[in-house]
T-cell receptor, first 112, second 112 residues
Framework: NAGVMQNPRHLVRRRGQEARLRCSPM?????VYWYRQLPEEGLKFMVY????????ESGMPKERFSAEFPKEGPSILRIQQVVRGDSAAYFC??????????FGSGTQLSVL | DQQVKQNSPSLSVQEGRISILNCDYT??????FLWYKKYPAEGPTFLIS?????DKNEDGRFTVFLNKSAKHLSLHIVPSQPGDSAVYFC???????????FGDGTTLTVKP
């Protein structure tokens, strides 16, 4: 049973480009969460999704950020027109219910 | 306003001794608390949890204590092993443990 798969592991973008981060939850898990970790800080909740539905996006910046979890395929976190402040580790996690989280290894986004 | 605080950024203990990691929270609505462990370049992994109806939960070498009146919890690791060296995150939630508020983490170093 594969764990939560995130790709790419590292993503380098120039300011103004788009970043797409992918996450495949563990088999059987229908709850997907995205967290962001800035250097020297803890993880900050961004968004909670179930299949085809955004349940809670209270942690998402209002502009440039969007997330989806389609019926088929991975969950996508999309950042448009990236800025240097978007540089961070982005972790996806899944859960079979609303219990403890199973995290992926993260995507390290670097904006030049 | 940081709702979950881990006031010690780092802790160093000798192998075989007890490690005590502390966490304070301010939101009285939190009723479920979790500890995650994170190694470099990996995602956090769930370690142990406790609900607000209990004051202690034990799992092998790991014990979590909750003092609701003080809004304080602690993680005890005994005996500590070099493989326990990692960053430990305290997390708190209400209703949905997947949407947790994380502390900034404590880096534990266990010396052989």
């Amino acid at each position: 049973n594969a764990g939560v798969m995130q790709n790419p592991r590292h993503l380098v973008r120039r300011r103004g480009q788009e970043a797409r981060l992918r996450c495949s939850p563990m088999k059987g898990h229908s709850h997907v969460y995205w967290y962001r970790q800035l250097p020297e800080e803890g993880l900050k909740f961004m968004v909670y999704l179930q299949k085809e539905n955004i349940i809670d996006e209270s942690g998402m910046p209002k502009e440039r950020f969007s997330a989806e979890f389609p019926k088929e395929g991975p969950s996508i976190l999309r950042i448009q027109q990236v800025v240097r402040g978007d540089s961070a580790a982005y972790f996806c996690a899944s859960s079979p219910t609303d219990g403890e989280l199973f995290f992926g290894s993260g995507t390290q986004l670097s904006v030049l | 306003d940081q709702q979950v605080k881990q006031n010690s950024p780092s802790l160093s203990v000798q192998e075989g001794r007890i490690s005590i990691l502390n966490c304070d929270y301010t939101n009285s609505m939190f009723d479920y608390f979790l500890w995650y462990k994170k190694y470099p370049a990996e995602g956090p992994t769930f370690l142990i949890s406790i609900s607000s109806i209990k004051d202690k939960n034990e799992d092998g070498r790991f014990t979590v204590f909750l003092n609701k009146s003080a809004k304080h919890l602690s993680l005890h690791i005994v005996p500590s092993q070099p493989g326990d060296s990692a960053v430990y995150f305290c997390a708190a939630s209400s209703l949905n443990a997947g949407k947790s508020t994380f502390g900034d983490g404590t880096t534990l170093t266990v010396k052989p």
